[in-house]
């Protein structure tokens, strides 16, 4: 398996454009997840999926944010407009389950950053 | 709410053991992580513990204390390549009657020495 595939994985753009990051999770992971870091808060869940319905999107800064999961193997989340303070690495991840002992994959991120 | 403590920072001798100290506080409490982070590159899944007691796995060891809500991972044999971030996670309820949810702590930056 190639793992949980991020794109794009540098974005830089203007201050008020729109910017969407995507994601391929894992075949057969029913749980998706957006997190994002940065120095000052370190790893923030955003918004996670089940099954390809969103559950928590109580992390989602502001309705700037949003999210999708059209089908089992992909999912958006984009930002408009963006401003300089959304700049950070966005990770999504993937797993079977929300608890389960394997862990969760994550890609490897989508590095934005808003001029 | 959440609350996941950590040390920011911490040096080790290359071939020494370290132990990196969590502790937290979270309604519903359903599991404890460990996930490795180099540099600019993704977590990686180290550990997970849901029951008190101690997990071992190769050079790595992580233990859980539930009524202390305190967790160690322990690394022995130290190499130059442990040099990453390391950071707790919780499976837990961001308010008492909300989802669970994997909460991370900010994470301890380790540095191996030669």
């Known amino acids: 398996d190639a793992g949980v595939i991020q794109s794009p994985r540098h974005e830089v753009t203007e201050m008020g454009q729109e910017v969407t990051l995507r994601c391929k999770p894992i075949s057969g992971h029913d749980y998706l997840f957006w997190y994002r870091q940065t120095m000052m808060r370190g790893l923030e869940l955003l918004i996670y999926f089940n099954n390809n319905v969103p559950i928590d999107d109580s992390g989602m800064p502001e309705d700037r944010f949003s999210a999708k999961m059209p089908n089992a193997s992909f999912s958006t989340l984009k930002i408009q407009p963006s401003e300089p303070r959304d700049s950070a690495v966005y990770f999504c991840a993937s797993s079977f389950s929300l608890q389960g002992g394997d862990g969760y994959t994550f890609g490897s991120g989508t590095r934005l950053t808003v001029v | 709410g959440q609350n996941i403590d950590q040390p920011t920072e911490m040096t080790a001798t290359e071939g020494a053991i370290v132990q990196i100290n969590c502790t937290y506080q979270t309604s519903g409490f359903n599991g404890l992580f460990w996930y490795q982070q180099h540099a600019g590159e993704a977590p990686t899944f180290l550990s997970y513990?849901?029951?008190?007691g101690l997990e071992e796995k190769g050079r790595f060891s992580s233990f859980l204390s539930r009524s202390k809500g305190y967790s160690y991972l322990l690394l022995k044999e130290l190499q130059m390549k442990d040099s990453a971030s390391y950071l707790c996670?919780?499976?837990?309820?961001?308010?008492?009657?909300?989802?669970?949810?994997?909460?991370f702590g900010k994470g301890t930056k380790l540095s191996v020495i030669p």
């Open positions: 513990n849901v029951l008190d």
């Open positions: 996670a919780v499976i837990g309820r961001r308010s008492g009657a909300g989802s669970y949810q994997l909460t």
